[in-house]
């Protein structure tokens, strides 16, 4: 987003609706970074098509996953998706891994 002046401002675009492959809605995995150093435990973990373009700046709704006052958790993206689309023998199976976090409030 800018502003009148051209400037990037914080915020989010208004949402869209992305196809989900696969979502694990009870598991709650450690976050590994390239060298372990990141702790944080991942709420949910889905999986995405590699066209779709996701950083940490993004989060997603469930609409099966709901908060206590009974909305849409927020869930924000942990790091960086997984892309494995660089397999041996030119393998790409088109699909991205995206760790996500529940904020609550």
Request: hydrophobic share 40%; charged share 25%; with cysteine.
């Amino acid at each position: 987003m800018v502003n009148e002046d051209g400037n990037t401002v914080p915020g989010h675009l208004d949402p869209v609706s992305v196809a989900c492959i696969w979502w694990t809605p009870s598991s709650a995995e450690p976050a590994t970074g390239p060298v372990n150093s990141d702790r944080v435990v991942a709420d949910v973990v889905i999986a995405v098509d590699s066209a779709v373009r996701v950083d940490s700046r993004d989060f997603f709704t469930i609409a099966e996953l709901m908060d206590p006052v009974g909305d849409p958790m927020r869930l924000d993206v942990v790091g960086m998706p997984k892309d494995y689309d660089h397999g041996p023998f030119g393998f790409a199976p088109g699909r991205r891994i995206v760790e996500l976090k529940a904020v609550n409030g």
